[in-house]
Nanobody, 123 residues
Framework: QVQLVESGGGSVQAGGSLRLSCAAS????????MTWFRQAPGKEREGVAS???????SYADSVKGRFTISRDNAKNTLYLQMNSLKPEDSAMYYC?????????????????WGQGTQVTVSS
């Protein structure tokens, strides 16, 4: 059974850090281009960071220098280290897998979605 399970969300104060995890089962995560998405209430879902099958990464401008995406192939898990958090980072965070990635950017429809983990940053 294919599954993506996110964890690590929570409530922190501005300037704090969190590390999100996305554990995959039923498929090999490293064969896919993976993206961390987020969606705040009333806003569209946006891609935050991506990690392609070749190990290249890309980031949204809003998180560059603060967030780091990584992957542990042995654990079949994707991570998002979030530092210097801001209130505007508050959202539900999801991981998703795509079939195609080029130079760290994922393309095409998301094949598998996780259920999400909530991040709340207070000022």
């Amino acid at each position: 059974q294919v599954q993506l399970v996110e964890s690590g969300g929570g409530s922190v104060q501005a300037g704090g850090s969190l590390r999100l995890s996305c554990a995959a089962s039923g498929f090999t995560l490293s064969r896919y281009c993976m993206t961390w998405f987020r969606q705040a209430p009333g806003k569209e879902r946006e891609g935050v960071a991506s990690f392609d099958s070749d190990g290249m990464t890309s980031y949204a401008d809003s998180v560059k220098g603060r967030f780091t995406i990584s992957r542990d192939n042995a654990k079949n898990t994707l991570y998002l280290q979030m530092n210097s958090l801001k209130p505007e980072d508050s959202a539900m965070y999801y991981c998703g897998s795509h079939g195609l990635g080029i130079s760290g950017v994922c393309y095409g429809k998301v094949i598998y979605w996780g259920q999400g983990t909530q991040v709340t940053v207070s000022s």
